[in-house]
């Protein structure tokens, strides 16, 4: 969750967020919606949330969700069309033309991953937080994290990304060369693999970046 101004904006609703969601907000206090790419375990939890506004006594107004061109197909199916009618409302994400999102700058770049990923970079009050989604090596990195103040990234593996997966996934040895490469003043690792060590990850990360560093965990807030 990323807020700025009041307004709040769900980030990768993937497996299991929406109980931990509704332990702080409401599901109608929602303003938007970022998704990145269509693999569940960064938006499976639409669909619960989108139930929840809807079949509210007082249905929410229609929740505004950006996600690349066809991401969100198979987690909207999971109803009959007239169970979500009117919940929500769909933009597709491209890169190359920056979307107003309350407060927010959005701009979008296209990172490599199995499906279609969107990186993310939001701007408000004169503070970036760059997200990678899920992505393998890429130039646009750099550019998606210019001078960021928090770089959210991918971090799957502590240092070496099996062959298979190298063009589709990163390290936290990875995501520390991006942050020193660009700047960015926090970086914080996510997408662990479940086996993957945290203590492992940071030193890999530590390798490459000597910023400010961390390991995403349930409940963590930063204020920018």
Not at 77 to 84: F, Q, W
Not at 148 to 161: G, K, S
Not at 163 to 174: F, G, N, Q, T, W
């Amino acid at each position: 969750m990323v807020e700025a101004e009041g307004f709040r904006v769900l980030v990768d609703p993937g497996y299991a967020t929406l109980p931990r969601l509704l332990g702080h907000i409401r599901a109608d206090e929602v303003d938007a919606v970022l998704v990145t790419h269509g693999h569940p375990d960064h938006c499976a939890d639409l669909n619960p949330l989108l139930r929840a506004r809807a079949l509210a006594d007082v249905p929410a107004p229609a929740l505004p969700v950006y996600a690349p061109p066809g991401a969100l197909d198979a987690v909207l199916a999971l109803d009959k069309p007239r169970m979500l009618a009117g919940s929500f409302v769909t933009r597709d994400l491209a890169p190359g033309v920056p979307y107003e999102v309350g407060p927010f700058r959005l701009d979008v770049f296209d990172l490599p991953h199995h499906v279609s990923n969107a990186g993310l970079r939001l701007s408000a009050g004169g503070r970036v937080i760059a997200y990678t989604g899920d992505t393998g090596p890429s130039p646009e990195l750099v550019a998606l994290a210019e001078g960021a103040d928090l770089l959210v990234a991918e971090a799957t593996y502590p240092e070496r990304v099996p062959e298979e997966d190298a063009p589709y996934l990163s390290s936290a040895l990875d995501a520390g060369h991006t942050a020193a490469s660009a700047g960015v003043a926090r970086l914080l690792l996510t997408h662990l693999w479940p086996d993957t060590s945290a203590a492992l990850a940071l030193l890999a990360a530590a390798k490459s970046y000597d910023g400010t560093l961390a390991v995403a965990s349930e409940g963590v807030t930063l204020d920018l």
